[in-house]
């Protein structure tokens, strides 16, 4: 009964969502969500206001094929101002009931572009255009909105702002603000399936659907910085791990760490190549530690790393490569770390030794007897002790162990010590 209630009472809502990001399996399933959620509660409209530089083309299909065929119009809204809809963008904008865009903001281009680690030919390449052409003029027929420009964006990857957008019929109307929006599509017709509707928006309550805990973890590891990140920790935490069996926490870190990296690499164009070279860093790190090589493995490390991290995602689109400064930071905490653990090493060998025999150099204690070259009594380090002196040494006097023969100590006069 409450849930009954809930729906009549959500009924006619504005609903919006926000999309700020790459397509992706997390953005698809988000907006196909909310398209449910707008089917379910049938809202007055749904208002996708959107911020992207494109992304992958199944997600992005995923989402055009559900806005085509919802039972409620569908608004998708270029938003703030300096917003784009890039790439897969243009796609979801011409799939939508109602095209809008906010003044400042652009739309295009949308030329393929390979999203995976290997090259595309001439012959692939013609093929994947053809097809994105033939995909987004069928929008365009079906929305009756511009087709040769639709074949431009694609081909020659035009690209064209707000006011130039609505004058080629790319979009229907623009609109400064989400208040401004609503007030415009009220009264508007449009077709959903083969039903005319008539959008009553004004004075309708709007509200914001917003993406689950989920949904923007997903969102979250397909960023390539985020991943990039994540393969670190897991690669290095692992080998942490490995080489101090029983620390936990490292090994922890880095399997959680991991699996997480490998869903990003998952959906994110992988060049196993660079994968392989980080691996190969952490390995010569961890070499450095016990080889002596005179820094060459570590120099080597650094090498890998820097390479593996420029081609770990290979791609002709910025947002799927990692930035100079992730790389920049990375590299110099890994190597900053590495080498203070090595700095540690090497003061470890020079330090005197604080067990056995040689543990007893330097140490300080009181004569028990008089102590000459034949021998004599000395309590050192809470025990007592055969010792020698090449001076004469008096009962009660002071003394330091200036070196060790077997289990007799040769020992010294403190104040004779200068």
Request: aromatic share 8%.
């Amino acid at each position: 009964m409450f849930i009954l209630l809930l729906l009549l009472f959500n009924v006619n809502d504005v609903l919006v969502a926000d999309l700020d990001g790459v397509i992706s399996p997390a953005s698809s399933s988000y907006l196909l969500r909310v398209v449910d959620v707008a089917e379910r509660e049938q809202a007055a409209c749904l208002v996708f206001k959107i911020d992207t530089p494109g992304g992958l083309d199944v997600s992005m299909r995923e989402i055009t094929k559900r806005i085509l065929n919802a039972d409620v119009p569908v608004v998708v809204y270029v938003a703030p101002k300096g917003a784009r809809a890039a790439s897969a963008g243009v796609f979801i904008l011409y799939a939508s009931h109602v095209a809008a865009m906010a003044p400042g903001t652009n739309v295009g281009a949308a030329h393929p572009v390979s999203m995976g680690g290997e090259k595309m030919d001439s012959v692939m390449t013609e093929k994947v255009t053809n097809d994105a052409v033939a995909y987004l003029k069928a929008l365009a027929k079906e929305r009756g909105r511009n087709e040769e420009w639709a074949e431009q964006s694609v081909r020659e990857s035009a690209s064209v702002d707000a006011e130039t957008a609505l004058e080629l019929g790319v979009t229907d109307l623009i609109a400064g603000n989400e208040v401004e929006l609503i007030d415009q599509l009220d009264g508007r017709k449009v077709m959903v399936g083969d039903e005319e509707i008539v959008l009553e928006t004004a004075g309708r309550p709007v509200r914001e659907v917003r993406m689950s805990l989920r949904e923007r973890l997903l969102l979250l590891l397909t960023n390539p910085n985020i991943a990039y990140i994540l393969l670190l920790l897991g690669i290095y935490g692992l080998f942490f791990e490995l080489q101090n069996p029983g620390m936990i926490f490292p090994g922890v870190v880095g399997g959680i760490c991991i699996i997480l990296g490998f869903y990003s690499l998952h959906v994110l164009p992988v060049n196993y190549a660079g994968l392989a070279l980080i691996i190969l860093s952490a390995v010569l790190f961890v070499m450095e530690i016990y080889i002596t090589s005179q820094g060459l493995l570590t120099i080597g490390g650094i090498v890998a790393l820097i390479f593996g991290s420029l081609i770990l995602f290979e791609s002709d689109v910025p947002y799927l490569r990692v930035s100079w400064e992730v790389i920049m930071w990375a590299v110099v905490i890994v190597a900053g770390f590495v080498i203070f653990i090595l700095t540690l090493g090497v003061r470890a060998q020079f330090r005197r030794r604080a067990t056995g025999s040689d543990g007893m150099v330097g140490e300080t204690g009181s004569a028990k007897t008089d102590v000459d070259t034949s021998g004599g009594t000395v309590y050192v380090h809470g025990e007592f002790w055969n010792a020698t002196s090449d001076k004469l040494i008096k009962t009660g006097q002071m003394v330091r162990v200036i070196g060790v023969k077997g289990m007799t100590l040769n020992v010294e006069v403190i104040d004779s010590v200068k």
